[in-house]
Nanobody
Framework: QVQLVESGGGLVQAGGSLRLSCAAS????????MAWYRQAPGKQRELVAS???????NYADSVKGRFAISMESAKNTVYLQMISLKPEDTAVYYC?????????WGQGTQVTVSS
């Protein structure tokens, strides 16, 4: 089972920026895709952004132009650069990895955007 550890969450004012990181360890084989999901209180978990080993990235419409996902394959690490943050971006952000071992999740990191 791949272990995922997120970092970089916190409290920021609207319009501010944060950078999330997620490092994968205990990787046996290859990670094909890494992604960030988020879950706000009372809402379902939703995909924020994903990136494949070939650097194909996809974004939720709500974050296009504000968030950027990147991956360092050699380090099995994925990043999420977030700018122009809005109060509606407040959520727990989860890292996800799809690999030859299966589908694994991190514990999540809280992002809170104050108005």
């Amino acid at each position: 089972q791949v272990q995922l550890v997120e970092s970089g969450g916190g409290l920021v004012q609207a319009g501010g920026s944060l950078r999330l990181s997620c490092a994968a360890s205990r990787v046996i084989g290859v990670i094909y895709r890494m992604a960030w999901y988020r879950q706000a209180p009372g809402k379902q978990r939703e995909l924020v952004a994903s990136i494949t080993r070939g650097n194909n990235a996809n974004y939720a419409d709500s974050v296009k132009g504000r968030f950027a996902i990147s991956m360092e394959s050699a380090k099995n690490t994925v990043y999420l650069q977030m700018i122009s943050l809005k109060p509606e971006d407040t959520a727990v952000y989860y890292c996800n990895a799809e690999s030859t071992s299966g589908n694994d999740w991190g514990q999540g990191t809280q992002v809170t955007v104050s108005s």
